[in-house]
């Protein structure tokens, strides 16, 4: 598979969203509702120039594979990895290592000293991803959304 990384663009947002509906439809009672709960999926570049960082999309074919996106995070000196997706038929290939290398990049590109992200607790395959790339997992939160999302804390120092 030919897998391309390049700059989101609003324009990718039907994509986006139809990349994350697949990923959520491996998960018993995950709910992707746009309107409601993430309507930055259709000007994702745009939100996140807004929110001071930048996102990407792997494409193959000229279909979205893969997605990872910053912005700043918690604390100064922080960002924050956001949007982590790589569609089923991507996997195992290594591309999920290199969006996070992507995000991990930009992050000290800005002098950021640690990068963190949320993950559904459901997103097991991810977090041990996570944690082969050196994130520690921290705490979980309940989103109270549609989904009944638990979420784990990674962070990882740069």
Known sequence: ???????????????????????????????????????????????????????????????LVGSVGVVSGSAPGVMEMKKVYVAKDARQMGLGARLCSLAEAEAMSRRATDVELWSDTRFEDAHRMYERRGYVPGPTRELHDKSKSIERYFRKAL
């Open 1 to 63: 598979m030919n897998i391309k990384l390049r700059d989101a663009r609003d324009e990718d947002g039907d994509q986006l969203i139809a990349l994350i509906e697949r990923c959520y439809a491996e998960y018993r009672g995950c709910i992707l509702d746009v309107d409601g709960e993430v309507p930055e999926l259709k000007a994702i570049a745009t939100h996140h120039a807004k929110s001071g960082g930048r996102f990407w999309v792997a494409e193959s074919g000229g279909q």
